[in-house]
């Protein structure tokens, strides 16, 4: 039986991913609550890899963490390739020549992709022919900002070039290649820089191509990054029959009334018919989950200890008229730019990781649920999420002079029980 190692190319900056990436390296960024690294180690271990190797640089320690942990969990263990400076892709396995020792073939991962390729099928393929390089490649929407290869009848790859002004075709390197050992310790002794650009016109006719049709996005940059995040929630709608719905619901300006740095509890104050929409809400079979930025508790403004007091009473105040909320999520990240559409911490709003935690941790169904907020970055937290609707109320900041994109379905009412009798209705 053939023995299987892998390579995950995973040191890059994520320059076009800031400032997420500022806080998170760019192969651990969230894709529905998950690190992207967990969907490849999925992918590779479904092949018997036991052993792979991972290259980091930015914000390396938080890699380590991960690798730690996987590791902990016996079965495929991961090894780090620290690079002080960047390396490149085959600069990478030139520092790693010896790697390869034991393997007959090498799977090559670039780790900035989202994918559902079947990397068993592709494994498959590569055994089929006599090549000793197989290199996954896709149907490229914008094929002038890929690796483009031509492929003859039989699959072999008889043409490649970076970032064509004239396109030959859609098929698009992927970075995903399977790699015979005895050319993964010829690119080491080659010594080069790039895959891309360096070693594979080097392998014309030497490699075959094989097609994926399924999903397969790059994650670079920002926009990408969002949709895959939506992609994701949307592939595995399935998963959620039977799981609740629920309404998520900023706090100030929303569901009580606007207070500069809320601080204590007696500057709690209900929204006009406020808890009578969460008794509605309830009942049609909605859970009911505050979703809250919190950056005083960052910032030395409370404590943590002063925002559950502050929640208390507010839990009092609704359970006054028989209601109740059925979740508390809240992140206390201090933001470093003025911009609310950018996503700089995954939790804070609009990032989606608070309603991704709460999906998790009470059985939601994000297809199904609602958000409801008085800022664009309410709105952007619930889209980011894949909500079904996303209100936007008046009784706080509104969306203070942003543009929304047109592609986001949005309403406006005037306050929490309009949008109440919108869900309902």
Sequence with gaps: MNSVKAVLL???LGTRLRPLTNQVTKCLVPIAGRPLLDYWIERIATV????????????????REYIEAINAQGGLQLLESYEPKLLGSAGTIAANPNFADGADEIIIIYADNFS????RDMLAFHRQHDNPITMLLFHAPNPQACGIAELDAEGRITGFEEKPQQPVSDLA???VYIFDAQVYKQIAEMNLFDLGY???????????GWVWEGYHRDIGTYETYLQAQRDAVEHNKRAFSGYQPAIFLDRDGTLI??????SRPDQVKLVPGGAEAIKKLRKAGFACILITNQSPIGQGIITENDLKEIHQLLSEQLAQHDTKLDGFYHCPAVPQIKDRTLIEHYDRKP??????????????????SWMIGDMISDILAGYHAHCEGLILVETGKGLENYEIAPQIPIHKVAD???ATNLILN
Excluded at 198 to 207: A, G, T
Excluded at 355 to 368: V, W
């Design 173 to 175: 390197n992927a970075g």
């Design 198 to 208: 360096d070693i594979l016109p080097q392998f014309i006719s030497k490699m075959h």
């Design 257 to 262: 009334e606007q207070v500069h740095y809320l």
């Design 48 to 63: 018997g890899v036991n052993e792979a190797l991972i290259n980091t640089h930015h914000l390396a320690e938080q890699v």
């Design 10 to 12: 995973a040191a890059g």
């Design 416 to 418: 929490l029980p309009a």
């Design 351 to 368: 990032g989606p990781g608070m309603l991704f935690k709460a999906a998790a941790d009470m059985n939601i169904d994000l297809t199904r």
């Design 116 to 119: 559902d390729v079947n990397v």
